[in-house]
C-alpha cells in the first residue's frame, strides 16, 4: 500500500523558517518524480515545487529563491525547506506522487500544517 | 504561465447532473491533459478524472471528463448526483515547468 507521510509543521515567525519531510512507503521511491502542493485554509490547491528522479528541480514563481526541494532515495523521503516565511505562506503542505507514465498526482499524503505569524 | 478558472458553486439533488466547467487562460486546453481532483472536508484530494477522460479504477462511471477546444475549457460531469459526491473539485494541468490547479468548485447535494 502506497503511503506518504508527512512531518515538520509547526507555528513559525515571519521571516523564519521550516524543513517539512514526507516519507514514503509502498512503491519504488527512486524511480517517482515527487511534489509538494500547499493549501490556505478554506482555499484552493498551490502547486509549489517538484523534483525528478534525477534530482532536477523546479519552482512555483510564489516561492522560488525562498523554499528548496531535496529527496534522499536511500531514505526513501522527500524535504522541503521553506525560508523567508510570510503570512500567506500558511497553510496544510501535501506531498504528492506523480505518476510515474503520466502527468497527474495519485498519491498525496494527509498533509502538515504550517502557520506563519507572530 | 496560464491559470485555469472554475465556478465558485454549482448544487443539484440528488439523482441530477451537474457540470463543472475549467477555462484556460492562455494556450490551448488541448496543448496539455488535463485532470480533476475531489477533496471531500478534512481529506486529501483524490483523482476522479486524468488524461481528460479517463476514471482511475474504483471511480463510479457517474464520472466523466471532456474538454471542449472552441471554448479552451475542459469539463467534469457527475451523472446520478450522490449525497457522496459533495465536495470540492480541482482541475489541472501542466506546461514545461510548472503545475496549475484550477480555482476549485465547491459541488453542493441539495
Known amino acids: 500500500e502506497v503511503q506518504l507521510v508527512e512531518s515538520g509543521g509547526g507555528l513559525v515567525q515571519p521571516g523564519g523558517s521550516l524543513r517539512l519531510s514526507c516519507a514514503a512507503s509502498g512503491f519504488t521511491f527512486s524511480i517517482s518524480d515527487m511534489h509538494w502542493v ?44 521553506i525560508g523567508s516565511l510570510r503570512a500567506e505562506d500558511t497553510g496544510v503542505y501535501y506531498c504528492a506522487r506523480e505518476h510515474n507514465d503520466l502527468s497527474y498526482f495519485d498519491y498525496w499524503g494527509q498533509g502538515t500544517v504550517v502557520t506563519v505569524s507572530s | 504561465n496560464f491559470m485555469l478558472t472554475q465556478p465558485l458553486s454549482v448544487s443539484d439533488s440528488p439523482g441530477k447532473t451537474v457540470t463543472i466547467t475549467c477555462t484556460r487562460s492562455s494556450g490551448s486546453i488541448g496543448s496539455t491533459y488535463v485532470q480533476w481532483y475531489q477533496q471531500r472536508p478534512g481529506s486529501s484530494p483524490t483523482t476522479v478524472i486524468y488524461d481528460n477522460n479517463i476514471r482511475p479504477s474504483g471511480v463510479p462511471d457517474r464520472f466523466s471528463g471532456s474538454i471542449d477546444i472552441s471554448s479552451n475549457s475542459a469539463s467534469l460531469t457527475v451523472s446520478g448526483l450522490k449525497t457522496e459526491d459533495e465536495a470540492d473539485y480541482f482541475c489541472q494541468s501542466y506546461d514545461s515547468t510548472s503545475y496549475v490547479f484550477g480555482t476549485g468548485t465547491r459541488v453542493t447535494v441539495l
Do not use: N
Not at chain 1, 515545487?49 to 526513501?76: E, L, M, N, P, Q
Open chain 1, 38 to 81: 500547499r493549501q490556505p485554509t478554506g482555499k484552493g490547491l498551490e502547486w509549489v515545487s517538484g523534483i525528478g528522479t534525477v534530482g532536477d528541480t523546479h519552482y512555483a514563481d510564489s516561492v522560488r529563491g525562498r523554499f528548496s526541494i531535496s529527496r534522499d532515495d536511500a531514505k526513501k523521503s522527500l524535504y522541503l525547506h
